[in-house]
């Protein structure tokens, strides 16, 4: 059956009109016994109603820096959102919510409010500036926000972009039309709305290598199969674990540091600020037993691991950018704890390939997550052998469905994702990464694209020309590098360096700018008149940059 002909519980049929045709579809599995799902299901009912349910209200749920919060406790606060948004802001079943806030309690209540009132969540980095915030609202329709007020000054710049935008709400703010004013008014209770488990319930966009961001569509059940395969299987925590993790909710791997322990009736912390300086205090502190973060903040934070005692915790999740051996060796001889590398993406919402600690392999990636399989293929999409380079091609549970994007021909391809990573696999089946296939630039765990920040330079009157890579970097696995090639008459200089930094990060979000930016006379380019990015990568491989910091380079 199509999923435009199937029950939907959606009013506001946008999204499932929007989903590829069904002949684009990757192949979807689920032979395992623990991913057959019913057909009507909202995850919100699995992840907190349950446990309230069971009689486990009073358990511990969510920590944050001001205020605990029981199963019940949060259960309640979700239940006045969700009321909030039906009764007083008029959101329909299918209806999408756009959330920008960091990590803090109330971003994960809304989160949850706007799944369990049948609407769809549409989660945004803090730090994107009003224009990337408005592609979003305008692509996705959007035209109710819930913001932190902290974060006030973009989102109403995007509201000017993107009139769609009818309605924002924020919190924090002590102002009478503050959700927390809202909220106080509406009741405690709200039964969640009996959604289709292939509804769509989360909008996430990626950072597009070319062109626009897309928008990645996934269902209830898709929300539920990311903790019933790899949280299930290779995670294995219990419900006397404590999770902690840094990357933003807005990234799918940040929120999975949510849903993995509320599938389970574990808790976890939400701190606003938890960088590599403050990780170590608060697991101390928070006495916390599983840690989600990136190779990078890994790295940062073993010098620091003697001021603290961190003997609470016993698993740690590495993701968002390829761990490297040296860190695995590293980290495991400060702390006795093996790091349990993964890699997944935005199209398959989480986790696909990572191993247990028993079955780690360091250097690897792992081997495909049981519910999923991987492949290597080659440019003709035929399969690679054993420690031949290729693409990765991975199918499972979950898959890639873009929001009304023809990309979807590119990243599924014979019923495989195409995740955009080469990849190998050794004669054991393990899978060893070997570099990203395309222009996306990973740095600090952080996805970033490019042309986006290529888009950014050109767009300072200085720039005629200019090519964005991604350069080996010993403390962020890469940062962003920029060869620019200047206007007429104008001269390359360490104050131009810092001059055109400072209009990225006022173009885009900070966390992209280049790090390093060198001048040329010329980019390389093809007879066509193609930027070779390839002869670029080459010569960032090739020089030597500095470990952190701005780089002012200036080239014939």
């Not at 289709?196 to 898709?222: N, Q, Y």
């Not at 929300?223 to 019933?228: F, H, N, R, S």
């Amino acid at each position: 059956m199509a999923a435009s002909d199937a029950y939907t519980a959606h009013i506001d049929t946008f999204t499932r009109d929007n989903l590829p045709p069904p002949d684009l579809w990757p192949d979807f599995i689920f032979t395992r016994p623990e991913l057959r799902y019913p057909p009507r299901i909202n995850c919100v009912s699995r992840f907190l109603d349950r446990w309230v349910a069971e009689g486990r209200g009073d358990a511990p749920c969510m920590i944050g820096a001001e205020r605990s919060y029981s199963y019940r406790v949060l259960q309640e606060d979700v239940n006045r959102i969700a009321n909030v948004l039906v009764n007083e802001l008029g959101l329909v079943t299918g209806g999408r919510v756009l959330l920008r806030s960091a990590n803090n309690p109330m971003m994960v209540a809304t989160y949850l409010a706007v799944l369990k009132a049948g609407g769809v969540v549409v989660a945004t980095m803090p730090l994107l500036r009003a224009k990337e915030l408005a592609y979003p609202i305008r692509k996705a329709r959007i035209t109710l926000a819930l913001c932190d007020h902290k974060l006030a000054d973009e989102m109403e710049k995007a509201r000017a972009l993107a009139p769609e935008l009818g309605r924002i709400v924020y919190w924090g703010a002590g102002t009478p039309d503050a959700l927390e004013a809202l909220m106080a008014r509406q009741s405690p209770e709200f039964a969640a709305v009996e959604t289709a488990a292939d509804d769509v319930c989360l909008i996430a966009f990626t950072s597009g290598t070319t062109g626009e961001p897309k928008g990645t569509m996934h269902f209830h059940r898709d929300m539920l199969a990311v903790c019933d395969g790899y949280a299930r299987n290779v995670l294995r925590a219990t419900p006397d674990d404590r999770f902690i993790g840094s990357a933003p909710l807005a990234f799918t791997f940040g929120f999975g540091g949510v849903l993995f322990p509320l599938h389970i009736g574990a808790s976890f912390v939400v701190l606003e600020k938890l960088g590599p300086d403050e990780m170590p205090g608060a697991i101390a502190h928070h006495k916390a037993t599983v840690c989600f973060t990136a190779p990078t903040a890994y790295r940062a934070m073993i010098p620091k691991l003697k001021d603290h005692d961190i003997s609470s915790l016993r698993k740690c999740v590495s993701a968002g950018e390829t761990l490297p051996k040296a860190t695995f060796e590293a980290w495991l001889a400060a702390t006795g704890i093996p790091l349990m590398d993964g890699i997944g993406s935005t199209e398959m919402l989480h986790i696909f390939i990572s191993a247990t600690e028993e079955e780690i392999r360091p250097g690897a990636t792992g081997k495909p997550v049981p519910g999923y399989e991987a492949t290597i293929i080659d440019d003709d999409g035929r399969e690679c052998p054993p420690g031949v380079m290729g693409h990765l091609a991975v199918r499972g549970p979950t898959g890639c469905r873009y929001l009304a994007d023809e990309r979807q021909r590119k990243y599924v391809r014979d019923g495989w994702n195409l995740t955009g990573d080469t990849y190998l696999k050794d004669e054991d089946g393990y899978f060893w990464y070997q570099s990203r296939s395309d222009d996306m630039i990973v740095s600090a765990g952080y996805n970033i694209a490019g042309p986006e920040v290529e888009a950014a330079l050109l767009s300072h009157p200085a720039v005629a020309e200019c090519g964005v890579v991604g350069a080996p970097d010993a403390a962020r696995g890469a940062i962003v590098k920029a060869y620019v090639v200047l206007r007429s008459g104008i001269a390359g200089d360490a104050a131009l360096i810092a001059a055109l930094q400072e209009h990225v990060k006022r173009e885009i979000a900070p966390y992209k700018y280049p790090r390093a930016i060198v001048f040329l006379d010329a980019l390389p380019k093809t007879q066509t008149g193609k930027l070779q990015r390839f002869a670029l990568r080459q010569r960032a491989a090739a020089e030597n940059l500095p470990a952190a910091g701005a780089a002012a380079e200036c080239h014939p």
